[in-house]
Structure formats: structure tokens, C-alpha cells
Nanobody, 115 residues
Framework: QVQLVESGGGLVQPGGSLSFSCAFSGSIFSIYDMGWYRQAPGKQHELVAIATSGGSTNYGDSVKGRFTISRDKAKNSVYLQMNSLKPEDTAVYYC?????????WGQGTQVTVSS
């Protein structure tokens, strides 16, 4: 069974930076698309970034140019670097792993951007 354990996040002022990591276990990391989604209060679940098993990356429009996703197959982990944070980035962030019809989610981590 795939398990995803997130770390990072927290409280930051507007314009600041935060980073996440997500450790993957229970299957073959390299075949999974890995990424991050987020959900803000009263809003729909939203794609933040995906790093596919094939090596490409995709970002949600609202974070392009500010966030960077990366994956490390030696550590079975995926990372999210978030720069130039805005109050509207406030949300619970979820690590995601997907392969074929199988989707797995981390426990969720709160990010709050506020002065």
C-alpha cells in the first residue's frame, strides 16, 4: 500500500517562501506521477504542480513562475518550493501519487500566508 508522508508548510508573510517534501513508500516510486494539490476554504480542490513519471512538469496557472516541483528517485521523494507567496496561496496542501487508475493522497498540510 502506497503511503505519502508530508513535511513542511506553516505560516509565512506575503512575499516569503516555504517548502514541502513528501516521502513515498510502498510501491515503485518511478512509475508514479507525483504532485501537489491544494484546497482553500470554500474553494475547489486545485492542481498546484505535477512531476510525471516521464519527467515532465505541469503547474496550475496561479502558481506558474513562483512554485517549483522536483522529485528525487534516490530518496523516493517529491518536493515543492514556493516563492513569492500570496495570501491567496493559503490552503491545505496535499501530496499526490498517481498510476493508472490508482490515486493516493498525503495527510494534508496547512499553509497560511498572512502578515
Amino acid at each position: 500500500q502506497v503511503q505519502l508522508v508530508e513535511s513542511g508548510g506553516g505560516l509565512v508573510q506575503p512575499g516569503g517562501s516555504l517548502s514541502f517534501s513528501c516521502a513515498f513508500s510502498g510501491s515503485i516510486f518511478s512509475i508514479y506521477d507525483m504532485g501537489w494539490y491544494r484546497q482553500a476554504p470554500g474553494k475547489q480542490h486545485e492542481l498546484v504542480a505535477i512531476a510525471t513519471s516521464g519527467g515532465s512538469t505541469n503547474y496550475g496557472d496561479s502558481v506558474k513562475g513562483r512554485f517549483t516541483i522536483s522529485r528525487d528517485k534516490a530518496k523516493n521523494s517529491v518536493y515543492l518550493q514556493m516563492n513569492s507567496l500570496k495570501p491567496e496561496d493559503t490552503a491545505v496542501y496535499y501530496c499526490y501519487a498517481g498510476y493508472a487508475k490508482f490515486d493516493y493522497w498525503g495527510q494534508g498540510t496547512q499553509v497560511t500566508v498572512s502578515s
